[in-house]
């Protein structure tokens, strides 16, 4: 399989060079040059087949050519031994037709685990193949840190460090992230911003000669590898709901960069029945406005119960232009377009793209006291805390399944935290106090240990340099 970029103005990549590049040099994503194809009567053969059997029945075709049955099924069982829960992604049902897919049973307490035990198993084995050596530099605003130093930690020719903003993730996240002491193991707070930690990971990327030679890798979703893993468990979610030709399911996500319900779309691409995507954002409303007015354009970041979901821009969109403007033929227009955007800020799409993707997604916008209204009430029905990231897509879904888009099928709302990574969410509700799970009961009592960094690149990168392994 060969990946191309949606610019088209990059080389195309083989899997191995799509996982360790990140960006593509024309500053697009990796795609991969077209999708494997299942129909109705492979789809329902699925049906018997555990969440790791299906994982490689359906993500081969994306590795051919570079890694071996064998070995690529040794890291699909190596990636999900250590969930809590022996269905993996469990679903749960909330009311009449309405199910909750369970993505929070992974070591870190969010669905990014899927994905990222994932990659860190990928990174060790093609590293260790080629004998190469990188540096994992990444920001987080609290879920993809612990997820990727999680995934990453037992990969030995890496060496990982995680910039998040000093004093501004929540408690859990933060000893999440600092309480594995790991020689390869770096947490850098940065004193500003998640922004500023992101815009200090973009300008070394540009740069990585400070590396001597190493190769900078990237773990946030523009990684192929993340999409990949992801698109497991909407197959898994809908072949348990008896999905087939004449029973199409909705799934309902809850949205920042786009990441997740990307995967969903390219399952609906391979052929699985669904009806609509449904894009559940908060306050950080573009997709919404997008999908709703096209109109996509940048506005200042809002502060919100569900941080995981505060975007100003979400990166994986890119990906879905590509397939829709590729449908129309029109493909060359996407790097003027994506470069445009990049500097007035508003994205120009044609009215016809527009219409299609309009005809597969809806999208709502949930605000936090809806949100925290909708925690409550679900407590009240089914005595289920949900987390506010999940919570936010289950408000979306009962505004979804009201409307003229729902045509009475079977609706999965994606549950992407544990609740008790969030507890400040629940502050004046009535609503009893989330335990962790078993193993890390005592997180509060690990010791922790990370370094207090200044906002500014070349310090940053002395830091680096320093912990570094030759
Ligand atoms: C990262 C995250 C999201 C958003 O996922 P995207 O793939 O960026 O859309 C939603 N919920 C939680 C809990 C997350 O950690």
């Known amino acids: 399989m060969k990946y191309i970029s949606t610019r088209q103005a ?16 024309d500053g697009g994503l990796y795609v991969p040059e077209f999708l494997p194809q299942f129909d109705e009567k492979k789809i329902a053969q699925f049906r ?75 990174l060790d084995h093609i590293l260790a193949k080629r004998n190469e050596k990188i540096v994992i530099i990444g920001a987080t605003s609290g879920d993809t840190g612990s997820a990727a130093i999680y995934g990453c930690m037992n990969c030995e020719n890496a060496d990982i460090f995680i910039l998040h903003p000093h004093n501004r993730v929540s408690e859990v996240q933060r000893r999440q992230m600092t309480s594995v002491i790991a020689d390869n193991v770096t947490n850098l707070a940065v004193e500003g911003n998640f922004d500023d930690c992101q815009a200090l990971v973009k300008q070394m990327f540009a740069d990585q000669s400070f590396l001597n030679g190493k190769r900078m890798v990237a773990v946030n979703s523009i990684n192929w590898a993340r999409i990949m893993a992801q698109i497991v468990y909407y197959f898994y979610a809908a072949l348990q709901l008896g999905s087939s030709i004449d029973r199409a399911i909705s799934f309902v996500v809850p949205t920042g960069n786009f990441g997740n319900v990307y995967a969903g779309f390219l399952v609906k691409r391979m052929g699985l029945n669904i009806a609509k995507l449904v894009v559940a954002t908060n306050a950080n409303d573009i997709l919404t406005r997008f999908v709703n007015n096209n109109d996509y354009s940048r506005q200042s970041l809002h502060d919100t119960i569900s941080p995981s979901m505060n975007i100003q821009v979400s990166s994986n969109f890119e990906r879905l232009l590509f397939d829709m403007y590729k449908n129309n033929k029109s493909e060359s227009k996407l790097g003027n377009l994506m470069r445009e955007f990049e500097k007035v800020g508003k994205l120009d799409t044609s009215a016809e793209v527009w219409k299609n993707i309009s005809q597969i997604f809806c999208s709502y916008s949930v605000d936090d006291l809806a949100t925290k209204n909708k ?28 409307s003229e888009n729902y045509g009475g099928e079977m609706v999965v709302s994606l549950a992407t935290a544990h609740i008790a990574k969030f507890p400040e969410s629940l502050e004046n509700l009535p609503v009893s106090k989330p335990q962790l799970p078993p193993f890390l009961s005592d997180l509060f009592l690990r010791k922790e240990k990370y370094q207090v960094v200044k906002n500014d690149l070349e310090q940053m990168k002395k830091v680096i340099q320093n912990f570094c392994h030759p």
């Open 10 to 25: 990059a080389p195309a990549l083989n899997f191995e060079d799509v996982i360790l590049q990140g960006l593509a040099v």
């Open 375 to 402: 925690i409550l009430q679900v407590y009240k029905n089914c005595q289920e805390v949900l987390d506010p990231h999940t919570a936010v897509a289950v408000a979306a879904s009962d505004l979804f399944m009201a």
């Open 48 to 122: 018997k087949l555990s969440y790791q059997e299906l994982f490689f029945e359906v993500t081969k075709h994306f590795v051919v050519g570079a890694i071996d049955d064998d070995t690529y099924r040794k890291i699909i069982d190596k990636s999900y031994k250590n969930f809590s829960h022996q269905a993996i992604a469990p679903l749960k049902q909330l009311s009449h037709n309405h199910f909750l897919l369970e993505l929070f049973h992974g070591p870190t307490l969010a669905f990014k685990d899927f994905a990222l035990q994932f990659l860190g198993n990928l």
